[in-house]
């Protein structure tokens, strides 16, 4: 039964976890947290495979971004990235260049606090709808458009270049 | 923000994800952790199971009444409920409120009485949470709600609905004069659960990711549960949808957004008001025009001709049917528990409810017990 159990859970992690780690990355912001975030994750599908295993992805994602906003920054805030000073402002620079502003981006994001950066994983890295994102966290869908909308007004802050106004968009 | 700057933004959020290496022995170390998880959750549950054979009084396993021991000195001048309001306390009162005395340490020991008659049903942490207390109706005292992942108390009747992690897509409901919890198959669903008002029915998001599709389950109270698809082209909803009850319980309401407006993620969606469902077939019944979102049933007039709501920017009443706003509350989370009198949590003063005319002008305040304060409440007829 056993290793019936972990043969199943070693496939699964051998298929999925490359996916599942650039998710904790994204959440995480380093690869030594990431592999922490995702290995407290697993290790809890694996205590309870027997349950959740034809389910585990859905379930391992789920631990992985209630750990992050939750119970993982009450652990330990020093795992959380460390940004020693706020990234470069955009408008300093010239921001016709997309890579230029996507890696300020990429650093301005390591600034967010963890539930915000959560949100804005869920909503654009994993493509999922306010309602699909409320239901993960297990919030409210308005709590969801508050910290997508705190995430946005932070990051515009740190990269002025984002804020460009255009077209409105919508999920 | 422009469509550009959201694929930027996209671009950076996949690119950071893209940055992870491949970690070797995941699978491994994820197994040893698991294995040291399961132990130790097996000793905690045998030593859990030691407590629960102690207590014999339990009515319940994971549902329990608050612990007696805990003497502290009721408020000797008012205890909760029976006290004879004050018209001079608190400091930031104005003249012409009520305010009542905070009840005391022994609030549990009967239903907190709200002013206006209503009581409190349950009270729980914000989010789903199994950590609160609800009405056990038939002892006419508070139980402690512990170890379920959510507990959703009805407004009325002997009811509460649970949830639990290691079940996913059941839903408990849990009888309190019972004691007793049957489970039920409903499938994953989002959002909280919504009470009927009688306690009867409670209605439930459901969202199928896969196929985008929206539908409400109905879960009687007998263990009856059917589900219903809607059609979200002819039914719009973005951004807060969840499916509610109609004041009289009859219909299922599910707000509705004007496609006409602009959406953006950074503030509400504009509504055109709501749609009705009979909770019975499904079948679509009435549409309702109105600015906004109504919070629950008791956001209704008890003759369901005006009701409040979330506004884009501000908390309502409106007429129902012609969507006229008649004026901005300071809340959209009302109970209207008679003709002209409105039941809410004092806005930025969650220590307090009010009883307030249907101008918002104060009446009667009742503070919460310190433990109260913080929580998310659930009211209901006496």
Known sequence: MAEETDGEFTAFVNERGDVLLRIAYALAGSQHGAEDLLQNALAKAYARWPRIRGDAEPYVRRILYHDQVSGWRRRSRRLEVPVAALPERAGDRDSGHDADLRMLLRDALLALPPRQRAVLTLRYLEDL?????????GCRTGTVASQTSKALAKLRHLVPALDDADQEVSR | MSRSREDELRFAVRELAGQARTAPDLAARAIDQGRRLRARRRATAAAAALVAAAVLALPFVLLRPDAPARVAAPDQTAPAGTSTPDRTAGATASPDVVVRPTPGADWTKRALVLPGGWVVAGAMLPGPSGDGYVLDRGRDRYLRTDGYDGVWRAPQGAVSAVADDDRPGEIGL????????????TGQWIMSPQWS???LRLALTIFDKDE???RFGVLDTTGDFRVFGVDTDTYLCTDHCFFTWSRDGREVVLQQTDPNSRRSESERHA???VQLFSPDDGRPTRFVAMPGDPAGPWSWSPDGRLVVVQGRTEPLLVEAGTGRVVRALPTADVAWISVDRLLYRRPGGSRDYVLADLTGRELERQPLPRELVGREITVGPR
């Open chain 1, 129 to 137: 709808s306010v309602e699909q994102t409320a239901a993960l966290l």
């Open chain 2, 174 to 185: 849990v009888d309190a004069a019972a004691g007793k919890t049957r489970w039920h198959r």
């Open chain 2, 271 to 273: 509504r055109r008001g």
């Open chain 2, 197 to 199: 008002p009688d306690g």
């Open chain 2, 212 to 214: 985008g599709a929206l």
